[in-house]
């Protein structure tokens, strides 16, 4: 063999090997087998450089890319840049109150199958502790980070919500920490601070813990990020769809005054003590401008509040700012006017379609695309997007053992039980002496419901309804709906069975309210009162009890209830909000008399 075949025949094998080694990646588990700068092609490059400052190492990057390439970035969807070995990336995830499917960057159907579903935020505000608070959004910070790590969710997170619960109607306004400026302010800085990771040390090792005060990592130090979080949404927002006016084209009209006393606080203390890394723009007009037009609004988040990380509309909110509030002629001024506002990126296509031409006819510049992408790339190099192998980050070893674990549902249980609150209670009727009860009867359409979240739910560890949690503690436990086609209760023909177990037993816990089907995105309610038969059941019931009810509303909008308060033949309210996977249990144990409800409600009820 000449040594030039030898040479030949040496290159062949180290092919076949290379081709054994490709081929069998996508056979591997390995989530991330694109992580950007991966030796030993693309760790050569200043922005993967961790000696560098975040600041260089993301204005190199932007200097190395194509005006198209830089295009493709402006979507939540960003597109991958194989040249420079970067994957795509979806900039959509959701963590309300516990990993969400409702963005398309968290799955269930991988090696984690749930999460920890806690209490939807309403109910968790009416804790009134920032203990609480923070570490609901700690744990959720550790679950999202497993679930990253195996390839189910992304790093950057559109949570939490805290518009002001102004109008009672309003479909989301369960998601919010309620009607206070104060008490939202509170709940966004200890959110965005336990879910960005304050809790964690992290210095640039494999070492990681809980509970210590943050080690600056490397250069970019102080500003790393286990996490972004996001303020949502900028500002105003308390409407969906209500008569003819739909949250794509409503004009909130607010008085300077009202703004600044009521709607900003909460993104003001979400921004500068939260340090929240990301602002989200609202679909609606404030003042007949759109939020993601407001450019005097959004640059004050970044001039006078110091926001550091990107600016997001919601989705689609760029399309609308043409296509529903005609407040540009074409689609290109829109694009124009929302970049030049300061927003970084667009939720949707709208920047992918239409910002070439915008550019072409001369009204958005390519500095303004430099400058979403400098506060776009900050973020993810500020959470190790571009450090090398997840795996080795100061997060790496987390994974399925980290998710849905005894310490987490613990804590869900407890804020479950901590948000509760008792509306009245007779003569001290609660608690039921859970040994002296012979029978138990349970009413209401909510009551064998698993899906106890509200809006913004995932896939909880342990579903259980609320009847499963009573029927722990009292066997002899019968249940009625009462309401064939569930909480809509639109007739009354379910009332007889409800009836007939109501009189057969000692004691009857009747839970009424709502559900997702009165409440949700892009449904506000217009009434107050219990949906359909609803009130009409509470107090047939009522009437055929031997013993004065147990009256449980379930639900994030303010209901008039005043008719039970007034009727003695009611002794106990309570409010559960949408208590999560641990409702049922929490429940229980307040009725039962092992835990004493201590919750106050974070917004006013009609009495
Ligand atoms: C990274 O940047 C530092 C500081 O500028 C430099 O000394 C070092 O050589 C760079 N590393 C690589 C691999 O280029
Ligand atoms: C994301 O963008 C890529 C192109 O970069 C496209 O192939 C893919 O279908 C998009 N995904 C979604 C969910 O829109
Ligand atoms: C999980 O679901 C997502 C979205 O529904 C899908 O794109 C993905 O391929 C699924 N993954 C697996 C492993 O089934
Ligand atoms: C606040 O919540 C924490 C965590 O559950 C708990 O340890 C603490 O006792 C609570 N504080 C009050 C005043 O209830
Ligand atoms: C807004 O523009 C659309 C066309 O894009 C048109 O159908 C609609 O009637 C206009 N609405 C108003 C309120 O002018
Ligand atoms: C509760 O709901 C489950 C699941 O929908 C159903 O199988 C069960 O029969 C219901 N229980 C009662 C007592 O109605």
């Not at 964690?200 to 996490?227: A, H, T």
């Not at 970044?302 to 074409?330: H, M, P």
């Not at 006017?337 to 990126?345: M, Q, R």
Request: proline share 6%.
């Amino acid at each position: 063999m000449s040594s030039q075949w030898r040479f030949l025949f040496f290159l062949t094998i180290l092919d076949l090997l290379r081709f054994i080694l490709s081929t069998s990646q996508p056979i591997t588990s390995d989530p991330h087998p694109q992580f950007p700068c991966k030796p030993p092609n693309h760790n050569s490059y200043p922005f993967c450089n961790t000696s560098l400052p975040i600041s260089t190492r993301a204005q190199s990057l932007i200097s190395l890319l194509t005006l198209s390439e830089k295009i493709q970035q402006l979507s939540n969807n960003a597109t991958r840049i194989s040249r420079l070995g970067i994957p795509a990336y979806e900039w959509w995830s959701e963590s309300l109150h516990g990993l969400a499917t409702n963005g398309p960057g968290v799955t269930f159907n991988g090696t984690i199958q749930s999460a920890t579903s806690f209490p939807q935020v309403l109910l968790t505000a009416a804790a009134f502790n920032r203990t609480l608070w923070n570490l609901i959004a700690s744990a959720i910070a550790v679950e999202a980070r497993a679930m990253y790590n195996v390839g189910q969710a992304g790093l950057t997170f559109w949570a939490p919500n805290i518009n002001i619960f102004r109008d009672p109607r309003w479909g989301r306004g369960q998601e919010t920490p309620g009607e206070d400026p104060m008490v939202a302010s509170a709940f966004a800085i200890e959110f965005v601070r336990g879910f960005q990771g304050q809790n964690w040390r992290f210095d640039g090792g494999n070492r990681y813990g809980f509970g210590e005060k943050r080690v600056l990592r490397g250069d970019g130090g102080s500003d790393g990020l286990m996490l972004s979080a996001c303020c949502k949404h900028f500002t105003a927002y308390d409407l969906e769809s209500w008569g003819m006016f739909s949250r794509y084209n409503f004009n909130a009209v607010v008085t300077e005054q009202d703004l600044e006393d009521t709607y900003q606080p909460p993104f003001r203390s979400c921004i500068q003590q939260g340090k929240a890394s990301c602002l989200m723009c609202s679909y609606n007009e404030v003042n007949g401008i759109p939020a993601c037009a407001q450019q005097d609004l959004l640059q004050k988040v970044r001039a006078e509040w110091g926001l550091k990380g990107y600016i997001t509309s919601d989705c689609d909110a760029v399309a609308t700012v043409f296509e529903f509030q005609n407040y540009t002629k074409n689609p290109e001024d829109a694009v124009a006017d929302v970049l030049k506002s300061g927003v970084d990126i667009n939720c949707g296509t709208y920047f992918l379609r239409h910002t070439q031409s915008a550019i072409e006819q001369g009204k958005v510049q390519e500095k303004d695309i430099d400058r979403a992408l400098f506060n776009l790339f900050s973020v993810q190099l500020r959470l190790g997007l571009f450090d090398g192998d997840p795996k080795k980050g100061p997060f790496g070893k987390l994974g399925p053992k980290d998710v849905c674990t005894s310490e987490h549902k613990t804590l869900a249980l407890e804020a479950a039980r901590q948000g509760i609150v008792l509306l009245k209670n007779d003569k001290k009727f609660l608690p039921l002496k859970k040994n002296s009860i012979s029978s138990l009867a349970v009413v209401g359409p909510m009551a064998n419901e698993t899906k106890l979240g509200g809006g913004y739910t995932g896939v909880p560890c342990k579903p259980e309804s609320l009847l499963d949690g009573i029927q722990a503690y009292v066997k002899k436990t019968s249940y009625a709906s009462g309401c064939l086609d569930g909480v809509p209760c639109s007739s009354n023909t379910g009332f007889m069975e409800a009836v007939s177990i109501a009189r057969d037993a000692e004691f009857v816990i009747l839970v009424a309210g709502l559900d997702l089907s009165q409440e949700t995105e892009d449904r506000d309610r217009y009434s107050l009162l219990l949906p359909g038969y609803q009130m009409s059941l509470v107090t047939t019931i009522a009437a055929v009890s031997e013993k004065p009810l147990v009256l449980v509303i379930t639900g994030g909008g303010p209901l008039d209830i005043s008719f039970a308060e007034e009727d003695p033949r009611i002794a106990s309210i309570l409010w559960i909000g949408y208590p999560g996977e641990a409702g049922g249990k929490a429940l229980a144990e307040v009725i039962f008399g092992h835990y004493n409800p201590g919750g106050r409600l974070p917004m006013t009820l009609v009495s």
